[in-house]
């Protein structure tokens, strides 16, 4: 296993490479520069220029390439035209505000998802089935940005129980209680904002499992030993239908620093979807590129953390 | 087919009955109506006792084996009758009482052991469950006791086999670990419920055999639901025939395969193939068994595919005879049956 594992690790480094290459052409085909944004009339094109040589914007294609490849090789992801600070400390900053925030989305949609989930499956076809799917559809179409301007409204200007934007108190001192329950009570709305829309997937998957495992012959044989249904249900159904929202979760894990534009945009949220907005809006290159190649990254990453963590709840699947 | 003095001696040591079936009625809802997969069923077994019960796909064999148990949904499912069972009527018990027997009492074979145990569970833990659910062994000693049971059953290395999962072992070794579950508390009555299908012929033999040699130890009842009429041959006692539903011949094994009478029974006998028939031609019922949907609950049901025999040779609620002792035939079409093609004639 560990061997496949080390050749999975080796195959992403083409992977990588390639993706690396269509990335820069990309970015070469976006129109204008950092610079192009800061020209007003009183600019002297001379300095623009100046400026452009400096970034090494006008050396040939692969000069450029070469230089980014072998710096990035180094850790040097370069600096932010915009943020003026590097990109490393930047995605930094921004990814661990991003983490907190889809780690408690992600749980919330956990803690929602699977007991509807289970419910649903469970009693198939009942009133209490027919609302949650009905829920699981509605909350499906309605578009992120108007639940999260509702919330905001609703929640945080006129009833004013959560703060609408930032991402902690500035007069709460770095290390206190009071610091970190800032930070949480700052995460929570537009946490819920995300889970009450992001349990289709979730919610659907587990219900048909569950109306699927039900029928199988397993579940049978396990009524015929004499097991209480409730038990038939936790030890043999239940259990069999997580398999693929397992499956799935390398995918989660890895995208927990994907981050949401339009979460972080309402909520004056710092984070990694709305840097990578704001990055291509500001032609702001090296944030691009890094931003995409890491999420390639995670992708590849994400997809092998699934086949592995599958081969540890499925006994059918090993990793050869 | 076992010898005559083994019957009788059968019949002297095994007179009680341990089960028995009265008037049972088992239908599905379709739509908006029921519908009758098992129409009026009677039957009864006895101690020590393999009862088979034969007749193609969709006669509702399966049906009947797993009204047994109570094992079908009760929102889409109606049950009414007698199952009659150690003084109390199935039909009647509520879903503790009956997980009490389940399992306990009544150890249930399916047909497919590959889908039958559960993919995600060690065979031991499967085993386990029964012994937690029905006895009142601590762990240590059920451990042991899934250990002993995979023994008994003829497996080769019961510690390994007891850690490893469904997928690794072969489909003989699978079927006899669901022996193992069904046998794990003793039961009274064993229901195999096409236990041989899945399996390729020699291994059927082993598993037929595994089966009388776990009987021969408890004395539990066997059910034996099958449309192979040569396992039938091989190991049963008695054998009822279904048809559409209902039970169309009861019959010692013997009767039935030297004497059989109703016209579905002798039609089934006759679609074995043989060497020694000179016809490359297989025999074959005509038609199919009618579905649930499309049943006439009037006349012989079996009429539609014997229709060279004349309508009125058919009685109009055809009824169980019994022609011999223990030998009961339904409708009186059989008296005046001739393959198609041959000439009628008398059979009485």
């Not at chain 1, 997937?201 to 030993?225: C, F, G, M, N, P």
């Not at chain 1, 069999?240 to 989660?252: D, K, V």
């Not at chain 2, 004395?219 to 099958?226: D, P």
Request: hydrophobic content about 45%; charged content about 20%.
């Amino acid at each position: 296993m560990w061997k496949t594992i080390a050749r999975r690790f080796l195959i992403m480094i083409p992977q990588l490479f390639v993706l690396s290459i269509f990335i820069f052409i990309l970015a070469q085909f976006m129109p204008g520069d950092p610079f192009s944004g800061l020209i007003t009339p009183q600019t002297d094109p001379n300095r623009i220029e100046e400026l452009r040589e400096l970034a090494g914007l006008n050396d040939p294609v692969y000069v450029q390439y070469w230089n980014w490849i072998v710096n990035m090789f180094q850790g040097d992801f370069g600096d932010s035209y915009t943020f003026k600070v590097s990109v490393a400390s930047l995605i930094g900053d921004r990814g661990l505000n991003t983490l907190w925030l889809s780690l408690l989305s992600v749980f919330l949609v956990y803690l929602i998802a699977i007991p509807l989930g289970v419910i649903a499956g469970r009693y198939q076809n009942s009133l209490k089935d027919k609302t949650i799917v009905l829920y699981s559809f509605i909350s499906y179409a309605i578009p992120t940005f108007v639940l999260g301007l509702i919330f905001v409204y609703v929640f945080g200007y006129k009833l004013q129980w959560f703060p609408t934007s930032g991402t902690k108190d500035v007069e709460e001192k770095a290390g206190t209680l009071g610091y970190y329950w800032s930070i949480i009570y700052h995460l929570l709305l537009p946490a819920i904002t995300y889970a009450v829309l992001g349990t289709t997937a979730i919610i659907q998957y587990l219900r048909s499992e569950i109306i699927d495992a039900q029928l199988q012959d397993y579940v049978k044989t396990a009524r015929s030993k004499g097991i209480p249904m409730k038990k038939v249900y936790s030890r043999h159904i239940f259990r069999n239908s997580l398999l693929p929202i397992a499956a799935f979760l390398g995918f989660t894990i890895t995208g927990l620093l994907g981050g949401s534009f339009f979460i972080e945009t309402i909520f004056g949220y710092p984070g990694m979807g709305k840097l990578f907005i704001d990055s291509i809006m500001a032609r702001d290159y090296s944030v691009i590129t890094t931003l995409i190649m890491l999420y390639g990254f995670l992708t590849l990453l994400g997809s092998l953390l699934s086949d592995i963590i599958l081969s540890i709840v499925d006994p059918r699947i090993r990793i050869e | 087919m076992k010898t005559s003095e083994e019957v009788l001696a059968n019949n002297l040591k095994s007179s009680n009955e341990i089960l028995k079936i009265n008037h049972l009625r088992t239908s599905f809802r379709i739509k908006d109506s029921y519908y009758d997969a098992v129409d009026d069923v009677s039957l009864s077994l006895k101690e020590n006792e393999v009862l088979a019960i034969v007749g193609e796909s969709g006669c509702g064999k399966s049906t009947l084996a797993t009204s047994i148990v109570g094992l079908h949904n009760p929102l889409n499912t109606k049950v009414t009758g007698e199952i009659l069972y150690n003084g109390s009527n199935i039909v009647k018990l509520k879903e503790d009482d009956l997980n009490k027997i389940r399992g306990n009492d009544i150890g249930f074979i399916f047909q497919d052991p590959l889908s039958a145990l559960n993919p995600l569970m060690r065979i031991g833990d499967q085993i386990e469950e029964s012994l937690f659910f029905h006895t009142k062994l601590d762990e240590q000693q059920r451990k042991k006791r899934v250990l002993e049971l995979l023994d008994q059953v003829g497996i080769i290395n019961p510690k390994r086999v007891a850690r490893q999962f469904s997928h690794q072992l072969s489909g003989g070794m699978r079927q006899r670990v669901m022996i193992a579950i069904a046998i794990a508390c003793k039961p009274k009555i064993m229901i195999a419920d096409e236990p041989t299908t899945a399996l390729d012929v020699t291994i059927q033999a082993q598993i037929l055999d595994l089966l009388l040699d776990l009987q021969a130890e408890t004395n539990a009842g066997i059910i034996l639901i099958t449309h192979d009429l040569g396992v039938v041959a091989e190991v049963a006692d008695r054998v009822a025939v279904m048809y559409a539903g209902q039970i169309i011949e009861i019959a010692s094994v013997q009767e039935l395969f030297n004497n059989p009478k109703h016209p579905y029974t002798r039609s089934l006998l006759n679609s074995i193939p043989q060497v020694e028939r000179e016809s490359e031609k297989l025999e074959v019922i005509q038609g199919i068994v009618p579905t649930l949907t499309k049943l006439s609950k009037h006349g012989c049901r079996f009429s539609p595919r014997i229709p060279w025999i004349d309508e009125s040779k058919h009685e109009k609620e055809p009824q169980l005879h019994e022609i011999s002792p223990g030998h009961f035939v339904r409708c009186t079409c059989w008296k005046n049956f001739h393959f198609d093609g041959e000439k009628g004639g008398s059979h009485l």
